[in-house]
C-alpha cells in the first residue's frame, strides 16, 4: 500500500469508495480524477485531474477506478495493469469476510455485505451494500452484485454480469457472463445465454 489513493471517477460509485476508503485509514491523501473538468473537489477531497492524468501518479500512488458500469470499468482497469499500476482491494469495517476467501485487485466490497468462506472473488467487481455471497461461490471479473443482492452457496457469475437491487440466485447455478439481472428478481435456474432476464422466477427479455 502507498501512502496516497487516487479514484478514477468522481461520481456516485466513486464517493463511495472513497468513504470507504476513508474509514479504511490507510491512506494519508485521497483524490479523485474525473474528466468533468467544473468539479474541484467531492466530499471535502480533491479533484486533481482529468483520467487522462493517471500516468503522473503512477509511481507514488494507488490508484482504482471508481466507475459503475461494468464495460468501462474493465477498459480503465486493463489500462491501469498495463501500465503497471499498484490497484488494491476496498473492503468495507463493516463487512463480514469468511475464511479462505480470494479477492482480485480493484474490487470493491461496501457496508454490509457477507462473503462466506471459500469463495473467490475476480478482479474490478463490485459486492454492493448488504449484499450476500454464501461459500464456495466463483465472481468473475468486472461483475456488479448491486445493494441486497443474495447469492446461495456455490454459485458462478460470469464476468461482467450485473445482478439487480434485491434479486436472489438459488444454489448450485452458474449465471453466464455478460447477464443483466433486474431488480428483485429469483434465478432458480442456470442462465447460459447472455442477456437481459427479469421476473419470478426469471425470464429472458
Not at 10 to 26: E, F, P
Not at 41 to 54: A, H, K, P, Q, W
Not at 111 to 118: E, F, P, R, S, Y
Request: proline share 2%.
Amino acid at each position: 500500500m502507498r501512502e496516497k489513493l487516487i479514484i478514477i471517477g468522481a461520481s456516485g460509485h466513486g464517493k463511495v469508495i472513497a468513504d470507504i476508503a476513508m474509514r479504511m485509514n490507510i491512506w494519508k491523501i485521497i483524490a479523485f480524477l474525473d474528466d468533468n473538468e467544473s468539479i474541484k473537489s467531492i466530499m471535502g477531497l480533491d479533484v486533481i485531474g482529468s483520467s487522462e492524468d493517471v500516468s503522473k501518479h503512477l509511481d507514488s500512488c494507488d490508484i482504482i477506478v471508481g466507475i459503475g458500469n461494468n464495460s468501462i470499468r474493465e477498459k480503465i482497469q486493463l489500462r491501469l495493469e498495463t501500465l503497471g499500476a499498484s490497484i488494491p482491494v476496498l473492503v468495507h469495517p463493516k463487512t463480514v469476510i469468511g475464511e479462505q476467501v480470494k479477492i482480485g485487485s480493484g474490487t470493491v466490497i461496501m457496508a454490509g455485505a457477507v462473503v462466506n468462506c471459500c469463495t473467490t472473488i475476480g478482479r474490478g467487481c463490485i459486492i454492493n451494500t448488504g449484499t450476500t455471497i454464501d461459500h464456495d461461490n466463483m465472481i468473475e471479473d468486472f461483475v456488479h452484485l448491486s445493494p441486497g443482492v443474495h447469492l446461495a452457496g456455490t454459485v458462478k457469475v460470469g464476468k461482467g454480469s450485473w445482478l439487480g437491487v434485491g434479486s436472489l440466485v438459488s444454489n448450485n447455478l452458474n449465471i453466464t457472463s455478460d447477464c443483466k439481472v433486474g431488480a428483485g428478481a429469483v434465478v432458480v435456474k442456470d442462465l447460459t445465454e447472455p442477456g437481459t432476464y427479469v421476473g419470478v422466477p426469471v425470464r429472458r427479455v
